[in-house]
């Protein structure tokens, strides 16, 4: 049996936080759960990621690791920056194209799981994630397998054998 693995498009991720952001959402911490939400609807509706990111369990929740990265450098010039401590800011418009319909309404659907709630509001909601609570691990962070997403079994089992070779 074969590990579910995909490998990121960081022009797509990076385009799925400039929508997130010119929806209204600008903090950091409920776009990396409005994302985990969005990436989690659309491997169990459509079996397939929008991102291909790799999603790691910390302390207060979800966080889609090279995004997180991203943010952390504080590198300008990918598309987005972060600006104090938790805000994340555009440095272009989101560009129309690069996701796809299905993706959008996997992306509406984490944004209206997540939006007007507060930072408690949305570490209580995705600490009851059953992969979050499988993966953490104290003071660590540690990678939540792909499969931990998948709730349907006829798409863990598609996923199983061609994941590797999708291209997103």
Not at 21 to 38: S, V
Not at 115 to 124: N, R, T
Not at 139 to 158: A, G, H, M, R, Y
Request: one cysteine or more.
């Amino acid at each position: 049996m074969y590990k579910i693995h995909f490998s990121i498009n960081k022009k797509k991720a990076i385009e799925c936080v400039l929508w997130l952001i010119e929806r209204g959402e600008t903090n950091m911490y409920n776009i990396w759960k409005m994302l985990f939400a969005a990436e989690k609807y659309s491997l169990n509706n459509y079996g397939v990621p929008i991102t291909g990111d790799t999603y790691y369990a910390m302390k207060h929740g979800t966080v889609p690791h090279s995004l997180y990265n991203i943010a952390r450098s504080a590198k300008q010039g990918v598309g987005f920056h972060k600006e104090g401590k938790d805000k994340l800011a555009p440095e272009k418009l989101y560009e129309d194209g690069w996701l796809s319909d299905s993706d959008l309404i996997s992306l509406e659907v984490g944004f209206n799981e997540y939006k007007d709630m507060d930072f408690s509001q949305v570490e209580k909601k995705n600490h009851r994630e059953r992969c979050w609570k499988k993966n953490y691990i104290e003071n660590t962070s540690k990678p939540i397998p792909f499969e931990d997403f998948i709730e349907k079994k006829w798409v863990l089992e598609d996923l199983r054998g061609v994941a590797h070779l999708m291209v997103l």
